[in-house]
């Protein structure tokens, strides 16, 4: 049944869908394609949480697209996971948008600037534009005359989730990460 599962209309159609895999203990553990997703529930080692809206018909079968799973044994997850310092998670956490005027952004800034002693750490470093990139250069913002729209957090908990899905996320994931961030942040 499963090896049926990878029929090419299906492939084609679901692979760019992510599921939100829960640990047994309902703390979100990993995003994976929604075909993995799919295999874990028929091999019974996961139970269905959430569907998606989007449903997939094969010759004799139809499944409903799998939005959440929960694993039904619990995996020991040995360390904390923390968000690594990228491009793409600083983008995702800004919104994509310049932190001193709003426009689409383009760069990596360092607030306090490298060669005035500013430290590469989420709470020194926003997406911005090449234009207000350029104009600030090594100063500070206070010395260039910019003010940031807001001030830049360290990510919480759980928001690798965001990132590991490539900023998209299903209505149907928002409890499990918001239970979680506000239990344990
Ligand atoms: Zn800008």
Redesign the pocket.
């Known amino acids: 049944m499963v090896a049926d599962l990878f029929g090419i209309g299906w492939y084609a159609d679901v692979i760019v869908v992510r599921t939100l895999v829960l640990n047994a203990s309902n703390e979100p553990l990993s995003v994976v394609a929604a075909r993995r997703a799919i295999v874990l529930l028929c091999r019974e080692r996961a139970d269905l949480v959430a569907r998606s809206n989007r449903v997939w018909h094969a010759e004799s079968v139809s499944f409903a697209v799998p939005s959440v799973v929960r694993l039904r044994r619990y995996v020991p997850v040995p360390y904390r996971r923390s968000i690594p310092i990228s491009r793409r998670a600083i983008f995702l956490r800004d919104d994509h948008r ?6 689409r ?1 383009e760069n990596i800034d360092h607030i306090i600037p490298k060669v005035q002693g500013g430290k590469h750490i989420w709470e020194n470093v926003v997406a ?6 350029s ?1 600030k250069g090594g100063r500070t913002p206070s010395q260039a005359g ?1 003010t940031l729209i807001r001030t830049p957090t360290r990510p919480g908990r759980f928001d690798w989730v965001y990132v590991a899905a490539g900023g998209y996320a299903d209505g149907a994931w928002q409890p499990f990460i918001r239970s979680q961030l506000t239990v344990n942040s």
């Open positions: 310049c932190q001193y005027c709003g426009r952004a911005s534009c090449q234009r207000c990139n104009r910019l």
